[in-house]
C-alpha cells in the first residue's frame, strides 16, 4: 500500500523531463526577447545617432573622392543608397549638379550647410525645404516638406548632399542585420507563451485555483475601486461648490465693505453740511438775510444730493430686483421731447423742425428719467452746458459702447463742454461703484443708465476728451404713423 501510495504522489509531480523542456524555452524565449530589445532600442534611436549616415557618407567618399564627378555617378550612387536626391555642393554653397534637376543652381540656407561652409564638416540635420525636388519628373515634396540632409565633404572644397525621405529612412531602420524586428519580438512571444503553456500544463490546477482566487479578489477591489471613486467624485464636486460659494461670498463682503465705506464718505459730507447749516439757523447770533439765504441754499443743495444719492441707490436695487416695470411701444421723438422741456429745462433741447417723423420703440417715461440722469451726471462731473440732439446716423466714432445696438437704430445724444473722462478710466465707467478718482458720487450714475438702456433694448455708445464728452442712447426704431389720406 505504501508503494503504491508513493507511486501515485510521484506520478501527481512534474517530471524532470517536463521541468528540463521548461528551463529550456524559458531561456530560449529570454534570450530572444531580450535580444529584440535590443535591436528595438537601437533602431528607436533617434535617426542623426545611428551609424547610418556615418556609414553612407563613408561610402559616398570612398567612391566619389577621388574621381571626376558626373551625373552618372550621381545616379549609381542614388540607386545604391536607395535614397531620394544626390547633389554635388560647390564650397560656396551652391548645388552644380544632381540628380533632382530642380536643385540644380540652387542654395540651401539650411544650418547644415552654414555649418559646412564654416569648416566643411560632416553633418546631417532634419529640415524643411524651400524650393520643390523633382526625382526622374515627378515631385517628391514641396516647400515646406521634412527631409533629412547629409553633408559630406570631399576634397578640393567641394561636398556631396544626401536627400533622405523620412519614411523610407525609418523602414530602412527598422529591420536589423536582414531580420525584421518584428519577427524576434514574435519569436520571444511564442517561446514565452510555449513556456507558459508548459508550466501551466504542469501546474494547472494550482494555477486555477489561484487564478480564482484572484478573480474574486479583483472583483472585491474593483466594486470597492468604484465605492471610492464614486466618492471623490462627490467629494470633489462638494469641494467646488464650496470654493464656488466660498469666492461669491468674498465678493459680497468686499462689495459691501466698499459700498459701506462709500456712503459712509458720500452721506457724511453733504450731512454735514446739512447740520452745520441748522446749527447756524438755530445760533442766537445775528445773522443778515443775505447769510440767511446763502446757508439756506446749501443746506437746500446738500439735502437734494442727499436725495438723489438716495434715490441711486433705490433705482439700482428697484431694476436688478426685476421691480421697475418697462412698457415698450412706438413714441414719437416730439412727445419725449415735450416731457424733457416740462421737467428739465436747464439743457438745450433739439430744433423741433429736425425732429420730422422721428419714431422710437421705447418706454418715454424711462427715456426721460435716462436723459434726466445722463444730463445730471454731466453737471456732477464739471459740465457748464448740456445739450440734448435727436439723429438716425451716429455722428462720431464711439470710443466705448455697452449693451446690445439694435439693428435699426435712433439715437438721442447728450453733449456737454465738461473736462472728459480720464482714457483709462473709461472701460470701468459703467460698472457699479466706479467712479473717477477727483469726482464725488456714489458711482452709481452711469452704472444705472446702463441697466435702463439695457431694459430698453438698446445700448450706450460714448466719445471723450479734455473738450467735452458725448454719450449716445441708441433705441430701437418705431413704425411711423400712416398718414390719414
Known amino acids: 500500500m ?31 526577447i531580450l535580444g529584440a530589445l535590443t535591436i528595438n532600442t537601437d533602431a528607436q534611436r533617434p535617426i542623426g545617432e545611428g551609424e547610418l549616415f556615418l556609414q553612407d557618407g563613408q561610402q559616398v567618399a570612398a567612391r566619389l573622392g577621388t574621381v571626376d564627378i558626373v551625373t552618372d555617378d550621381l545616379r549609381r550612387l542614388r540607386n545604391d543608397l536607395t535614397i531620394e536626391a544626390v547633389s554635388l555642393v560647390e564650397s560656396d554653397g551652391e548645388i552644380i549638379m544632381s540628380t533632382s534637376p530642380s536643385l540644380i543652381g540652387h542654395t540651401p540656407s539650411s544650418p547644415l550647410m552654414v555649418g559646412f561652409a564654416d569648416g566643411g564638416r560632416f553633418g546631417a540635420i532634419a529640415v524643411p525645404i524651400d524650393v520643390p525636388i523633382t526625382v526622374d519628373g515627378v515631385a517628391e515634396w514641396e516647400p515646406g516638406d521634412i527631409v533629412y540632409e547629409v553633408i559630406q565633404p ?15 529612412l525609418l523602414a530602412r531602420r527598422s529591420t536589423s542585420g536582414g531580420v525584421p524586428i518584428l ?32 478573480a474574486l479578489q479583483s472583483e472585491y477591489l474593483r466594486r470597492e475601486s468604484e465605492v471610492l471613486t464614486e466618492h471623490n467624485r462627490e467629494l470633489e464636486a462638494a469641494r467646488t461648490r464650496a470654493e464656488h460659494a ?37 445760533s442766537s447770533g445775528a445773522i443778515s438775510d443775505e447769510v440767511w439765504l446763502e446757508i439756506l441754499d446749501d443746506v437746500l443743495n446738500d439735502g437734494r444730493r442727499l436725495s438723489e444719492m438716495i434715490d441711486q441707490i433705490l433705482a439700482v436695487a428697484r431694476i436688478e430686483n ?65 445739450g440734448v440732439t435727436t439723429s438716425v446716423d451716429l455722428p ?16 438721442v445724444l447728450i453733449h456737454d463742454d465738461g473736462p472728459g473722462i480720464d482714457i483709462g478710466f473709461l472701460p470701468r465707467a459703467f460698472e457699479k461703484f466706479e467712479k473717477q478718482s ?7 450714475g452711469l452704472y444705472i443708465a446702463r441697466l435702463m438702456t439695457d431694459a430698453l433694448s438698446g445700448s450706450i455708445l460714448i466719445t471723450t476728451s479734455e473738450h467735452g464728452t ?11 404713423k400712416e398718414v390719414a389720406a
Not at 470710443?399 to 439715437?411: F, H, I, K, N, T
Not at 477727483?438 to 452709481?444: A, K, Y
Open 438 to 444: 477727483r469726482s464725488s458720487g456714489t458711482g452709481l
Open 2 to 32: 505504501n508503494g503504491e501510495a508513493s507511486r501515485a504522489t510521484a506520478a501527481r509531480r512534474p517530471s524532470r523531463s517536463w521541468l528540463v523542456v521548461a528551463i529550456i524555452l524559458a531561456t530560449a524565449s529570454l534570450a530572444s
Open 246 to 282: 466660498y469666492e461669491l461670498a468674498e465678493e459680497k463682503n468686499r462689495i459691501r465693505s466698499e459700498f459701506v465705506l462709500m456712503i459712509n464718505h458720500e452721506l457724511r459730507t453733504p450731512l454735514t453740511g446739512v447740520v452745520t447749516g441748522a446749527e447756524l439757523l438755530r
Open 183 to 214: 519577427a524576434l519580438q514574435l519569436g520571444g512571444v511564442a517561446a514565452f507563451l510555449l513556456v507558459a503553456a508548459t508550466l501551466l500544463l504542469v501546474a494547472r490546477s494550482r494555477v486555477a485555483r489561484t487564478l480564482g482566487e484572484l
Open 154 to 168: 570631399l576634397g578640393g572644397g567641394r561636398a556631396i548632399l544626401l536627400t533622405y525621405d523620412i519614411s523610407e
Open 322 to 386: 426685476g421691480a421697475l416695470f418697462f412698457a415698450l411701444h412706438d413714441v414719437e421723438m416730439v412727445d419725449v421731447v415735450d416731457r424733457l422741456e416740462l421737467t428739465r429745462p436747464r439743457f438745450d433741447i433739439p430744433d423741433r423742425g429736425a425732429l420730422n417723423d422721428m419714431v422710437l420703440r421705447t418706454d418715454p417715461t424711462s427715456l426721460v428719467s435716462l436723459i434726466q440722469s445722463l444730463t445730471d451726471n454731466a453737471f456732477t462731473h464739471g459740465a457748464k452746458n448740456v
Open 396 to 411: 462720431f466714432q464711439p470710443m466705448l459702447e455697452v449693451g446690445l445696438r439694435p439693428e435699426s437704430p435712433v439715437y
Open 470 to 480: 458725448t454719450v449716445a442712447v441708441a433705441l430701437p426704431a418705431g413704425q411711423p
